[in-house]
């Protein structure tokens, strides 16, 4: 059975209370999954350390 979770249907919940800059990007969990999320041009997506890798970023949030 396909587990579904209230993000897949409405979209992460930015937590705004915790947002913090990783010297780059404005980075933060998301309110209802807690999975990572990264600010980009467009908006906050989901944390893809392949994708957002970059030796410019300091290790608060890894």
Avoid at 18 to 25: K, T
Wanted: aromatic share 6%; with cysteine.
């Amino acid at each position: 059975m396909i587990r579904l979770t209230i993000c897949e249907f409405l979209g992460h919940r930015v937590n705004r209370k915790r947002v913090s800059h990783d010297g780059l990007n404005y980075r933060t969990d998301c309110a209802r999954c807690r999975q990572p999320l990264i600010r980009q041009k467009h908006g906050w997506v989901l944390y893809d350390p392949a994708a957002h890798a970059d030796d410019r970023r300091s290790g608060v949030l890894s």
